[in-house]
């Protein structure tokens, strides 16, 4: 065990995200993401949910502050939640906020966004039952 790294970042998680350099992108997704289907590497955190393993992602490494949208999520159809925003959406702005304050999300068409995730570092397929909970992480320049 290690101290100070949050339990829902597994040792496969911590070897990928060491891994992982400037600019590579990383997906937390909900557990209705085709996960094994589109990422290069999947971790299954299937007992966990997106806010909490967005967090210990955080926790572990900075935001690109070099982009202007270091977060990426998926649009959802018109009407489905009101302002047109998932509401966990919050729930990872305030996540943000405690790393990279002025962070701005891109918001992607559904295809699009599925096309991103295939290039991505790694997904990390979440248990989490909340609808559009999906957000891609732009990993930034670690600073002494």
């Known amino acids: 065990m290690l101290k100070g790294i949050s339990p829902v970042v597994s040792p496969e998680l911590l070897k990928i995200i060491a891994e992982m350099g400037h600019g590579d992108e990383l997906v937390i997704s909900d557990g209705n993401f085709p996960g094994a289907s589109v990422g290069q590497r999947v971790v299954r955190a299937d007992g966990h949910d997106g806010a909490a393993m967005m967090q ?5 490494f900075p935001l690109d502050d070099f982009v202007e949208a270091p977060l990426a999520v998926m649009e959802v159809p018109d009407g489905m939640f009101p302002g047109n925003e998932a ?6 702005r305030k996540i943000a906020d405690t790393d990279l304050p002025t962070a701005k999300f891109e918001f992607m068409e559904h295809d699009a966004f599925i096309d991103r ?12 039952k909340a609808l559009y909970a999906n957000i891609i992480l732009r990993k930034g320049v670690v600073r002494g």
Do not use: H, M, N, S
């Open 56 to 60: 210990g992602i955080i926790d572990l």
């Open 87 to 92: 509401p966990i959406w919050a729930e990872f």
């Open 117 to 128: 995730c295939r290039k991505a570092y790694c997904v990390v397929q979440t248990g989490e």
